[in-house]
């Protein structure tokens, strides 16, 4: 049985932008955090020589999305040496919430402070030249998220947004200076 609070994510439209953000890249190692149903990890597959994705599910949810990808139980990036990856993507847990109840969702203040945490794993695990794909909505502090990474000295842009009736999706490129 999955831990409290970690039920699988099913795809939904940010899954799909996610996946559609990262139609365009290939080539190297892929990390990608909280991996859900295993979908954008299926979806890089045929383009990556390594594709690895780590969740906090459980074992037979994890069985079920691991394709050939490789799949970890961990959190975040904690189990891979530094500097690994030429990709790291996530669509992390990013509605704002009081507390960290549904893992799957909930993102903590102003919705970025799991977003961040997962952004700081990912540096960690990053090439030096590499890339980080990151998913998020205006539900959430973009301007804080934002202003974290040009804090860190990163660079940060737009790839990619999808307007729903309830919120915007917006997909940003991270690397390093
Ligand atoms: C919004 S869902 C996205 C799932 C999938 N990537 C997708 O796009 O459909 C966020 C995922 O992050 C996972 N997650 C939450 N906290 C995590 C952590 N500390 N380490 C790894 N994964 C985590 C959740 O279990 C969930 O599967």
């Not at 439209?13 to 955090?33: C, M, Q």
């Not at 139980?73 to 904690?78: E, F, G, I, P, Q």
Request: with cysteine; glycine share 10%; charged share 25%.
């Amino acid at each position: 049985m999955a831990p409290e609070g970690t039920e699988t994510y099913l795809p939904s439209e940010d899954t799909a932008l996610l996946i559609r953000a990262l139609s365009g890249w290939g080539s190297g190692s892929v990390l990608e955090i909280g991996f859900g149903s295993g979908a954008v990890l299926q979806s890089l597959l045929t383009r990556f020589s390594l594709v690895v994705g780590t969740d906090i599910t459980s074992p037979d949810r994890a069985r079920m999305a691991k394709g050939s990808a490789e799949v970890v139980l961990a959190d975040r990036a904690s189990c891979f040496r530094e500097g690994t990856f030429d990709l790291v993507a996530f669509n992390p847990p990013y509605l704002p919430s009081e507390a960290i109840r549904d893992r799957t969702v909930d993102g903590g203040r102003g919705g970025i402070e799991v977003p961040m945490s997962f952004l700081d794993d990912a540096l960690r695990v990053l090439k030096a030249d590499g890339r980080i794909v990151v998913l998020l909505s205006d539900h959430g502090d973009l301007r804080g998220f934002v202003s974290h990474c040009i804090g860190l000295g990163l660079s940060i842009s737009e790839a990619a947004r999808a307007a729903l009736f309830y919120e915007s999706l917006v997909v940003y490129e991270i690397r390093r200076r």
